[in-house]
Structures are given as structure tokens and as C-alpha cells.
């Protein structure tokens, strides 16, 4: 009896052994097209087409980080591809380099809290629009029909700017609940 039981586990462990080997192949590819699928979205909202698709590898990765060499093998790009598009990512302030300790190597790293400091960023710029479009419309004059456009578009961009800020607040408070909640169940 025991060594039919102890081949019916060798014959469940095999098996499973093999259900993991043939998934590990298929969440690779789920992957591959998800990360093709959100680099074509970046790509549509203004994003160079290969900074999308390392920026969209490096957010799917593990680490959040990988190498030149993993990026180009992972993406099946050219090594200057990668390099285009690193450059590109550093220049808008999306991802960081940081040494591989032991290596010649550098590995490009996500910015922690990447979409808040987007945001934060983009809240910088709506304020310096604003300000920008006021001065117009004053240098424009603000009875003339220029001028209107101009203060309606400083009004916009102060409109935008103070619902982003409360966004960002909520977000902020969102989070720290949430690590609040964690550590108390800790």
C-alpha cells in the first residue's frame, strides 16, 4: 500500500513539477503582450515608441529594475535601442541608474512613487502656465478678446492645478492608511 501511495505522489509532484514549467512559459508570454499592450498606450499619449516599451518592461519587472543587456534580450531590441530609450526615460525623470556593486554594469531603476512624482511634476508646470497665461493677459489686454482667452486659460490651469493638489492629497492619505492598517496587523 505504501508504495502505491508513494507512487501516486511521485506521479502529482511530476505532474505539477511539468503544470509549472508549461505556466512559467505562458505568464512570459501574458507579460510580453502586456507590456507591448501598455507601451502602445504610452506610445498614443506621446511617448517614443521604444522609451514606452522599456519604461512599460521595467514596470512589469520583479525588481523594477533591470540591465541594458536584460532589457535588450527581454524586448528582443537593439543594445542602442535600449540606450535611446534610457536616455530619453532619465531626460524626463522616470527612471534612475544606479551600479551593479561587483560589476561594470548599470541597472535602470523605476523612481519610487513614479506616478505621484508625474503628477507632482505636472502640477509644477500647471503653475507656471498660470502664472505665465496671467501675465499675458495682462501684457494682451484683458477687455480684448485675446486676452480673455488667455485669462480663461490662466483660470483653467489654476483650476486643474487645485484639483490635482487635492487628488494627490487624498492619495497621500490613502496610502498612509494603508501602512497604518498594515503594520497594525502586524
Known sequence: MGEI???????????????????????????????????????????????????????????????????????RISPAAVSGAIRYLSQVDLVGREHVPGSRRDRYVLHNHIWYESFMRRDQLLTRWGTMMRDGAQIIGPDTAAGRRVAETAEFFDFLHDELMSILDRWQAKKEAQRTAATGAE
Open 5 to 75: 501511495v508513494e507512487g501516486m505522489t511521485d506521479r502529482i509532484e511530476d505532474r505539477d513539477r511539468d503544470h509549472d514549467r508549461d505556466a512559467a512559459p505562458q505568464a512570459d508570454a501574458e507579460s510580453a503582450r502586456f507590456v507591448e499592450r501598455f507601451a502602445s498606450e504610452l506610445t498614443q499619449a506621446g511617448m517614443q515608441r521604444m522609451a514606452s516599451r522599456v519604461f512599460a518592461a521595467l514596470l512589469v519587472s520583479e525588481e523594477g529594475a533591470m540591465t541594458s543587456a536584460e532589457l535588450s534580450e527581454r524586448l
